[in-house]
């Protein structure tokens, strides 16, 4: 079975301060690892994704996550927020065995930023 | 292309009663999947679609939740009667055969009170 944990719960920024949420995952199995953004009022967005090759994923809007599978983590990190990037961001895992694995979900980090 | 789109966005009942929620796919997605976001927590796996048939159903609560996918295309997902702690937002997603993306919809709120 496969676990994910969010660490923080909410993460309050400044407007261009850079930021990282962090992510650990368990598993007894290869795993693909997603992180999900959804923005206030609208439905979960994929932002990046690791199925295999280079540890280091870019997404959208500027993000990029670093896959570390001595630590079992995935953290997603920005160099510089925006207001825009306010939003609720979910780390999530598949078994890596099957692509129609349900996905499993960590708890949600709450991003803020402040001007 | 049309993305995933679930009907509707916002349901109010009172504990007793049905609710049906409606999720169409991308068109051409084959596999279909529910999720279900209760106050604060995780979101977790319902059931998974591919077709019309039910691969694994292993996250459906209890025998009050009934889904179904006929044809292949829609889903609607009922519960009846509905309680108190089935207040939450359900998300569907759809996939496609060759894709290990899912994507999602916006997510029914549902309110029992």
């Known amino acids: 079975a496969q676990s994910v944990t969010q660490l923080d719960s909410q993460v309050p920024v400044f407007e261009e301060a850079p930021v990282e949420l962090r992510c650990n995952y368990s598993?007894?199995?290869?795993?693909?690892l997603f992180w999900y953004v959804q923005y206030p009022n609208q439905g979960l967005q994929l932002l990046l994704k690791?199925?295999?090759?280079?540890?280091l994923v870019k997404g959208i809007n500027g993000f990029e996550a670093e896959f570390n599978k001595s630590q079992t983590s995935f953290h997603l990190r920005k160099p510089s927020v925006h207001i825009s990037d306010t939003a609720e961001y979910f780390c999530?895992?598949?078994?890596?065995?099957?692509?129609?694995?349900?996905?499993?979900f960590g708890s949600g980090t709450r991003l803020s930023i402040r001007p | 292309e049309a993305g995933v789109t679930q009907f509707p966005s916002h349901s109010v009942i009172e504990k007793g009663q049905t609710v049906t929620l409606r999720c169409d796919p991308i068109?051409?997605?084959?596999?279909l999947y529910w999720y279900r976001r209760v106050m604060g927590k995780e979101i977790k796996f319902l059931l998974h679609?591919?077709?019309?048939?039910?691969?694994?159903e292993s996250g459906m609560p209890n025998n009050r939740f009934l889904a179904e996918r006929t044809g292949g295309t829609y889903s609607t997902l009922k519960v009846q009667p509905a309680e108190l702690e089935d207040s939450g937002v359900y998300f569907c997603?759809?996939?496609?055969?060759?894709?290990?993306?899912?994507?999602f919809g916006p997510g029914t709120r549902l309110t029992v009170t």
């Open positions: 690791y199925l295999s090759g280079s540890t």
């Open positions: 999530a895992v598949a078994p890596g065995y099957s692509s129609a694995s349900k996905i499993i």
């Open positions: 598993s007894s199995v290869s795993v693909y």
């Open positions: 679609f591919v077709k019309e048939s039910k691969q694994d």
């Open positions: 997603a759809s996939r496609g055969q060759s894709s290990y993306e899912q994507y």
């Open positions: 068109s051409g997605h084959d596999n």
